[in-house]
């Protein structure tokens, strides 16, 4: 780093990586990985949505990870994100409702209201 | 013989008996009885549900069953193969999650669960380094230090001492190399506030800590994090190598001829090493104990050379005060007590988990209105703050507000933010004992009042509890702890008699109670309580008998059943099993 234009430069970049249109993907999957949501089995879930995703052969669909939200009695916690929506937070995603998930809420296009934390 | 359906039935004898009959006699009519078999099992399920069967193979569960279902389930079920849908019981947790609290302001946490903590471009779209940036172009050393202290940021390590004084101590100070020490030892039981920070957002740990470097003219710094926390330490060292690629550590930050870089060391699990002359110990490969201070860190820390230490927490505020302004911060807390704090609330609330609030929010509200109130809507007994060496405080000041001073005059600190609430079932003796089990176990040694007092102390807890308390152990207790305040070096000795002081200040009924009655009021004290089987409601089931593991019931079927004390542990299994809750304890 070796100027502040050089910092602004990355931020700009790093935001319109952020813009689902800007990378051509219709939809952002971030799964907690902090120790709670892997001590509730984050790693199965996440295993899950990737496999889901290649069977379904989906791949315009971004997967990534954060940390801890504060709701750890909520993990694993999935928050799914499709096209310009507001970001929808799950709670005990387990491998088992993967499945359902996508189906409904990335394919389907209707968020699925009765395993939502609302925040 | 192989059937195609099995029957599972439970619940109490008689009601249990007819639903079979009533089951049985309909396969007899519908002819079924080489198809189905029915077997009969003590318990499906913990809580009573009334007569239950569970039908195999597709496992449909049926609760509260009468004859009538019985008929009703073997025509459509076993019969005709449809599950009787409105007699089914479905497993809960379908109905929607609740809404967490929005009493939250997030400073630190604004990131965290928000970006990738792998990727330093996901942190720098949140305006990461951005501070730093400015820090370095625009801002003198002193000129951070005074915004630092128009912010008022007190350390969040728990001790609370103003952030801007212990930078302008050890930029004052002289020696050559200066050190930079970030404590991630967060020890306490059922705190981790800090570990969601390194997991989640360890970049603004980094900034704050090269801005800080930058304030004292550190060219070095240590992240010291506990070995327990593997995620963290694999996400912060990684953190630390982008920033490295990304010339934000190292040298010449921002072409400044500002050099400054970080390395991670692990703590071996102990205690007393988030205690910051004792981390310093560890750090330079000797043996975590704390040393008498002055000289303070500041002055003589890391091999000799002034350093500065402070927590996670303390240096993650430090970009956003820098970037926002010191006023913005200082409009968020108290008068004493500014910004934000995070906390991890436990025990016996019905939403655990951690929140980040202003300082001055009252305890009732981050029980209540964060916290959801008590759990299965019991009453509030005590919370203690601060982790294992907090003060334990009553109902009467639930409405003090949450800042440094006022946990200070009810006998509790602040800590590094625990937060573990007690309900009416939680006995005060009992658990000033844990915490006294854990404290005089984590005692480094050093100090006698520490290491023996605190065995002293647990001793005569032990025996309060075990039903030997004598006349005079409260006020051994007492003058054991004020010993030990006084005449220990650091703060795990100076607080270890805190739990069982404030209890003894809040509770000392229940402490007589222990000692003078041979009661437990919270019924939780082994050697205090004992189980009795009411012999009006007893229906002789056997149930208890059957499931005691040291065989101290007895009592012939369809009688009343008697439990022996001398030969009963008390591990209340009876009293879960009683199908009619005949058996109690007190």
Not at chain 2, 124 to 130: K, P, Q, S
Not at chain 2, 298 to 309: C, E, H, Q, R, Y
């Amino acid at each position: 780093m070796k100027s502040l234009e050089e910092l602004r430069q990355i931020k700009e970049r790093a935001l319109q990586r952020r813009k689902l249109s800007g990378e051509g993907s219709r939809a952002r999957v971030v799964v907690a990985m902090g120790t709670c949501g892997i001590a509730a089995g984050a790693r199965g879930t996440m295993s899950a949505i990737l496999k889901e995703l290649e069977q379904r052969d989906i791949a315009d669909v971004v997967v990534t990870q954060t940390g801890c939200l504060g709701l750890c009695e909520y993990e694993p916690i999935v928050q799914v994100q499709v096209g310009d929506q507001d970001m929808v937070t799950y709670g005990n995603i387990g491998p088992d409702r993967v499945a359902t998930l996508i189906e409904e809420h990335i394919v389907g296009g209707a968020p699925i209201e009765k395993w939502q934390v609302r925040r | 013989m192989a059937f195609r359906a099995h029957v599972i039935i439970s619940g109490a004898p008689e009601q249990a008996q007819e639903v079979k009959t009533a089951l049985l006699e309909q396969i007899d009519t519908l002819g079924l009885n080489e198809e189905v078999e029915i077997r009969e099992a003590t318990d499906l399920t913990i809580a009573s549900r009334g007569v239950e069967a569970v039908i195999y193979p597709d496992a449909t569960h049926y609760i509260n069953l009468t004859p009538e279902d019985a008929a009703l389930i073997a025509e459509e079920h076993l019969y005709k193969g449809r599950p009787v849908e409105k007699l089914a019981y479905a497993e809960p947790g379908v109905e929607p999650l609740p809404e967490p609290s929005i009493k939250e302001v997030r400073v630190v946490l604004k990131n965290v669960g928000k970006i990738n903590p792998e990727d330093i471009e996901d942190y720098i779209a949140e305006d990461g380094y951005a501070a730093l940036g400015k820090v370095l172009t625009e801002m003198a050393p002193d000129d951070v230090i005074a915004e630092l202290k128009a912010s008022g940021l007190r350390g969040r390590g728990g001790a609370g001492f103003p952030t801007w004084l212990k930078w302008t101590f050890a930029r004052k100070a002289t020696g050559s190399p200066k050190y930079l020490v970030c404590n991630g030892d967060e020890g306490d039981p059922g705190a981790f506030m800090n570990r969601r920070v390194l997991e989640g957002d360890p970049h603004s740990v980094i900034e704050g800590m090269v801005i800080a470097a930058y304030a004292i003219g550190a060219s070095q710094g240590y992240f010291y994090v506990r070995a327990e926390y593997p995620i963290a330490i694999k996400t912060l060292r990684a953190a630390i190598k982008q920033a490295r690629t990304y010339g934000l550590l190292g040298e010449n930050i921002f072409g400044t001829g500002f050099s400054f870089d970080l390395e991670v060391r692990m703590g071996a699990g102990a205690f007393v090493c988030g205690e910051e002359t004792a981390l310093m110990q560890s750090i330079e490969g000797k043996r975590g104990q704390p040393r008498t201070r002055p000289p303070f860190p500041a002055v003589s820390g890391l091999w000799g050379k002034p350093t500065n230490i402070n927590n996670v927490e303390t240096y993650a505020n430090v970009p956003q005060i820098l970037l926002r302004g010191g006023e913005w911060f200082a409009s968020m807390g108290t008068e004493k007590s500014k910004g934000t704090k995070t906390f991890a609330i436990a025990g016996k609330v019905k939403r655990t988990g951690l929140i980040e609030v202003p300082l001055g929010i009252t305890l009732r509200e981050i029980i209540y209105d964060v916290g959801g109130g008590i759990l299965d809507d019991k009453a509030y007994k005590a919370v203690q703050t601060g982790g294992p060496m907090g003060g334990c405080i009553p109902e009467r000041f639930l409405d003090l507000p949450v800042d440094y001073e006022s946990l200070a005059s009810v006998g509790s600190i602040m800590g590094s933010g625990g937060f573990v609430v007690m309900d009416e079932d939680t006995c005060m003796v009992d658990i000033a004992r844990f915490f006294m089990e854990f404290v005089q176990e984590e005692s480094c040694g050093k100090c006698v009042p520490c290491r023996v007092g605190t065995r002293k102390m647990l001793d005569i807890l032990n025996r309060i509890c075990g039903g030997e308390g004598r006349p005079g152990d409260i006020e051994s207790l007492e003058a054991l702890g004020k010993y030990i305040k006084s005449g220990s070096l650091c703060g795990l000795g100076q607080g270890a008699p805190n739990p069982v002081l404030s209890t003894i200040e809040h509770f000392r009924d229940e402490y007589e109670a222990h000692i003078y009655d041979k009661k437990c009021p919270a019924r939780v004290c082994r050697a205090l309580i004992e189980y009795k089987v009411d012999p009006e409601t007893c229906i002789g089931c056997t149930r208890c008998a059957r499931n005691c593991p040291v065989n101290a019931i007895s009592g012939a079927p369809r009688e009343t059943h008697v439990i022996d004390p001398e030969i009963c542990i008390r591990c209340g299994i009876c009293e879960q099993v009683c199908p009619v809750n005949a058996i109690s304890h007190e």
